[in-house]
């Protein structure tokens, strides 16, 4: 559930949530108007799956655009699709930074709560914490 809660903060935090929506609002919007354009493509699914192509830059061939409002909007869908890849590397990347730094919080929280009562602790769980403190200066 934390992980899912910090992708939800990062999608919010670097406004990547507006940005793919807007991205599935200009797909679907310029799938509709291709669909009405293109004399080749009778269905709205055949305008979805030419976009589709278009945004995965496959190109399979099987539709082509030949108006060029078509091709316009297939050229600014491209753009956009190549912004979207590139949103989702940062995405990831921001994504796992969160998680580290959460983790790396939960740990010196837990080691400062066994700091705090240090003459609680037993001779086997002081010589665990000697040993981290050791391991961290030498990390250092």
Known sequence: MKK???LRQVLHH?????IWASFLVLFFACAFIIWLREPDIHTYA???WYCYAVVTTIGFGDIVAQSVLSRIL????SISAAIMIALITGVIVNYYNEIIKLRTKETM??????LEH???????????????????????
């Open 4 to 6: 899912l809660r910090v």
């Open 46 to 48: 055949d305008s979805l």
């Open 109 to 114: 929280t837990a080691f400062m709560d066994k």
């Open 74 to 77: 297939s050229v600014v869908l």
């Open 118 to 140: 240090l003459p609680e602790l037993s001779a086997e769980e002081l010589e665990e914490l000697s040993q981290k403190v050791k391991k961290y200066k030498l990390s250092k």
């Open 14 to 18: 670097t406004g990547t949530d507006k």
